[in-house]
């Protein structure tokens, strides 16, 4: 069964503005992955943030970690019309490889102009 | 260095047929992944392997066969198609130590 849910499913905002999307998981990880997927095309890695993390930043990319409530959350700021993708987390368990991801449902963001 | 490859980019299946999806990598990654991407569902782990000759089952594995012969290449083999096994594959890969995926363009497959 899917180990990560997302919210919202989808979300539309205006160029310039931020962007928030959230992760739930059900198990223990290792880490959690956020990935970015343009339409038609594969996933590319975005930011990564271990178990004992609570938050990262990576240019316009914000990721918080909430272990006790099994969730995470993506913040785009200033965002731009090329931001227009659909974004997955992914988890990594405890124990598990790296070769072993369990994805999320994914949020479809639309930016424009 | 090419990345991820996959071939075919499309493919129509009829029911019952068999097929062999490509996945080859030249960035010497020891570990490799099959997913399949349905509407509204993410990504489901198909199989994945963490070096030539090692093999493991993910979430979906029924109706697929992988071999690990090469560090290179990690092929998955559809063994009598069927409907459900419409979507979108993806091929993914970790260097050894790493813990992030490098993904394939993918194969859309359509079975009728």
């Known amino acids: 069964s899917q180990q990560g849910e997302e919210d919202p499913q989808a979300l539309s905002i205006q160029e310039g503005e931020n962007a928030t999307m959230n992760c739930s998981y059900k198990?223990?990880?290792?880490?959690l992955q956020w990935y970015r997927q343009n339409s038609g095309r594969g996933l590319v890695h975005l930011i990564l943030?271990?178990?004992?993390?609570r938050e990262k930043h990576s240019g316009r990319l914000r990721v918080t970690l909430d272990t006790s409530k099994k969730s995470s959350s993506l913040l785009i700021t200033a965002s731009r019309a090329a931001d227009t993708a659909s974004y997955f987390c992914?988890?990594?368990?405890?124990?598990?490889?790296?070769?072993?991801?369990?994805f999320g449902t994914g949020t479809r963001l639309q930016v424009t102009l | 260095n090419a990345g991820v490859t996959q071939t075919p980019k499309f493919q129509v299946l009829k029911t019952g047929q068999s097929m062999t999806l490509q996945c080859a990598q030249d960035?010497?990654?020891?570990?490799m992944s099959w997913y399949r991407q349905d509407p509204g569902m993410g990504l489901r782990l198909i199989h994945y392997s963490v070096g030539a000759g090692i093999t493991d089952q993910g979430e979906v594995p029924n109706g697929y066969n992988v071999s690990r012969s090469t560090t290179e290449d990690f092929p998955l083999r559809l063994l009598s198609a069927a409907p459900s096994q419409t979507s979108v594959y993806f091929c993914a890969s970790t260097q050894t130590g790493g813990e992030t995926q490098y993904f394939g363009p993918g194969t859309r497959l359509l079975v009728l």
């Open positions: 943030i271990r178990s004992n993390e």
């Open positions: 992914a988890t990594s368990q405890s124990g598990g490889t790296a070769s072993k991801l369990t």
């Open positions: 960035m010497n990654h020891e570990y």
């Open positions: 198990t223990s990880i290792n880490n």
